[in-house]
T-cell receptor, first 118, second 111 residues
């Protein structure tokens, strides 16, 4: 149980284009999803928290107009990197929490999406 | 001061030995504590959660929490080469709250 998928697993795009990353909870309803970014040899940095049906809460320093988050259903959240630039190249990972579960404190991570912007 | 601190390592232990990973945190109101394992190039995998002082055991893994000392540790018994990974400590201020991660400790289990 508690399986989270992400698509695509990797993407290469040109500078200035937009990239959409999907995060799905496969066997539970994720009332809350989180988006992280991880640069090489660094720890995970939380970008934003999204709750189904409401606006995402962004962490300080994260541009909400650049990183668009949509949590339209209980099993799907999307992150769109708009007008991507090489400095946006990173490993983007989502996690999900099942608030109806006894393990609701725990976050389960997707496999990640490696974004390379040329 | 970092919110969650871990020794970056690498921590090298021989196969079959006990690996001891440590984590300290600065926020006294922290209530939930987690250990994640992350293989190179992969996403984190939850291996242990602990919420109250004392020890919690799950197979070869034991998490230890001391809130007074703001300290949480992970022991891995009978270490295997497959345990070689980066171990991330994560802390949350309450129930169902966002996590703050440490930078991780890289563990190497040698043959």
């Amino acid at each position: 149980g508690a399986v989270v998928s992400q698509h695509p697993s990797w993407v290469i795009c040109k500078s200035g284009t937009s990239v959409k990353i999907e995060c799905r909870s496969l066997d539970f309803q994720a009332t809350t999803m989180f988006w992280y970014r991880q640069f090489p040899k660094q720890s995970l940095m939380l970008m934003a928290t999204s709750n189904e049906g409401s606006k995402a809460t962004y962490e300080q320093g994260v541009e909400k107009d650049k990183f668009l988050i949509n949590h339209a259903s209980l099993t799907l959240s999307t992150l769109t990197v708009t007008s991507a630039h090489p400095e946006d190249s990173s490993f983007y990972i989502c996690s999900a929490r099942d608030r109806t579960s006894a393990r609701y404190n725990e976050q389960f991570f997707g496999p990640g999406t490696r974004l390379t912007v040329l | 001061q970092k919110e969650v601190e871990q020794n970056s390592g690498p921590l090298s232990v021989p196969e079959g030995a006990i690996a001891s990973l440590n984590c300290t945190y600065s926020d006294r109101v922290s209530q939930s504590f987690f250990w994640y394992r992350q293989y190179s190039g992969k996403s984190p995998e939850l291996i242990m959660s602990i919420y109250s002082n004392g020890d919690k055991e799950d197979g070869r893994f034991t998490a230890q929490l001391n809130k007074a000392s703001q300290y949480v540790s992970l022991l891995i018994r009978d270490s295997q080469p497959s345990d070689s990974a980066t171990y991330l400590c994560a802390v949350s201020p309450g129930t169902a709250s966002k996590l703050t991660f440490g930078t991780g400790t890289r563990l190497q289990v040698t043959l």
